[in-house]
């Protein structure tokens, strides 16, 4: 159980490195760019915030839900049958949930003339790998 708990760990800190790529690759190229550019990227924002003269626009998932994990134990079990001794093993499978939480959040600050100056995000693979596909058509072949 707790070697698969490494295992998911594991994989979500290198798939991690996908998004995160993305959108730390991708993001920059939104700056200078109107603001409709955004919002054809990802759609309209969850909310907005004023800060000074210039307008953040927040865009933003959360999901929680449970993963099953199935463990299994086997032990030897020893006995006998009238005077014969007999040998086997008992297996016993056991089912636990594992909370998973998937998050992520886009900031973009935009001028008085609607233009992106700023971009920030924050959040984990599970959260932003969608935004990060997203992003990736702004990112020029290499």
């Known amino acids: 159980q707790m070697k698969f708990r490494c295992l998911v760990a594991l994989c979500a800190g290198l798939l991690a490195g996908c998004a995160a790529g993305n ?5 920059p190229y939104l700056v200078g760019k109107p603001l409709d550019h955004a919002i054809e990227l990802f759609g309209l924002p969850d909310s907005t915030l004023e800060v000074g003269e210039n307008t953040v626009y927040v865009w933003g998932t959360s999901r929680n839900f ?3 994990v199935t463990s299994t134990n ?7 049958v009238g005077s014969t001794p007999v040998y086997g093993t008992t297996t016993s499978t056991n089912t636990s949930y594992v909370p998973v939480s998937y998050n992520c959040t886009i900031k973009l600050s935009v001028d008085s003339s609607n233009l992106i100056t700023y971009w920030s995000w924050e959040g984990n693979e599970g959260g932003c790998s969608g935004y990060g596909s ?5 990112i020029p072949d290499d």
């Open 23 to 27: 959108l730390n690759k991708g993001l």
């Open 66 to 68: 449970s993963l099953p």
């Open 74 to 80: 086997s032990s030897f079990t020893t006995g006998s």
């Open 134 to 138: 997203k992003v990736k058509k702004l």
